[in-house]
């Protein structure tokens, strides 16, 4: 009766395990990264993100429409989700990417090819450096008055 219960619990676990940890990489078959951010190190402001996607060769995969959101690790933000332009053979740089705030942001790059199968990527980036940046002559904030 123990061993029974021992197995029944163990099982139980591993399936929570499982449950409760969702994969935060999956690439659809490809290879998905950032390569660099700029500035370096990362900081509240304009921000561009250059990332390479190749296929499991490892060759460069081209004629891809690629997004990239960013959003903190926390909740109460609104995600940053920019467009990308291929520069090159597999290289993508995000047009218009800021970093609201400063802290812990994860970084998610989606892309769609040309054949319709999707890639995605989660990168955490800790340390994001500087504060919260408002506009207080924006319309939002006029609001709030």
Known sequence: M???????????AALALVACNP???DTGGLDVRIVSIAPDPAAVGD????L???DLEGAPVSGATVEVEGTMTHAGMEPVIVATEET??????????????GGDWVIIVRAILADGS???????LRGVQGEMKMDM?????KEGN
């Open 2 to 12: 123990v061993t029974r219960f021992a197995l029944a619990l163990s099982v139980l």
């Open 23 to 25: 994969r935060s990489d």
């Open 47 to 50: 921000a561009t993100l250059t």
């Open 52 to 54: 390479e996607i190749r």
């Open 88 to 101: 090159s053979d597999g290289t993508y740089v995000t047009q218009d990417f800021a970093f609201t705030m």
């Open 118 to 124: 999707t890639a995605e990527q989660r990168v955490e």
């Open 137 to 141: 002559n924006s319309d939002k904030a």
